[in-house]
């Protein structure tokens, strides 16, 4: 039995994590829906459930990104479009919360093979999962790292 993944909890161990990752960064790139259009909001949620792999600007706009589109009900596409007309600045805190969690409720694992009839769906659980585990964590309500 694999170890969790240590950055997002998923049963399936960070190897299984990063090759789920790579097949729907495959879909996505394709530009067909429903997987394309929701790259943006995938590439959040995963930099998000892996941020210790990213850089902080990314997890900075990754954790707006979900606020503003789980949260807020903007539109993915036009925070998106908002993102690349700024230039990668970052509108919020520069720094996210200090400590990541590092088990989410859902995670790539749950998506299956990211099959076209439920993916949005998918998808909008996943991303409201992770930007619910980083608002506990700010308020230091759930199991992150030490």
């Known amino acids: 039995m694999p170890t969790p993944c240590p950055h997002c909890g998923a049963p399936s161990g960070y190897a299984a994590c ?25 590439f ?7 941020s210790a792999l ?5 997890v900075a706009r990754s954790l707006e990104a979900l ?3 789980v949260d807020g009900k903007e539109d993915q596409a036009a925070v998106f479009e908002e993102f690349r007309a700024r230039g990668g600045e970052v ?3 520069d720094s996210p919360p200090v400590k990541a969690p590092r088990e989410f409720t859902v995670t790539i694992h749950d998506l299956k093979d990211f099959p076209a009839g439920t993916y949005v769906a998918d998808l909008r659980l996943w991303a409201a999962a992770t930007l619910t585990a980083w608002k506990a964590s700010d308020k230091g ?6």
């Not at 309500?141 to 030490?146: N, V």
């Open 18 to 42: 990063e090759a789920r990752w790579h097949a729907l960064l495959a879909l996505d790139h394709s530009h067909e829906p429903p997987w394309g259009p929701a790259h943006g909001t995938a």
């Open 44 to 50: 959040a949620t995963w930099t998000l459930q892996h």
């Open 67 to 69: 606020t503003r589109i």
């Open 91 to 93: 509108s919020v805190a």
């Open 54 to 58: 990213a850089d902080k600007g990314s």
């Open 141 to 146: 309500e759930s199991r992150s790292e030490s």
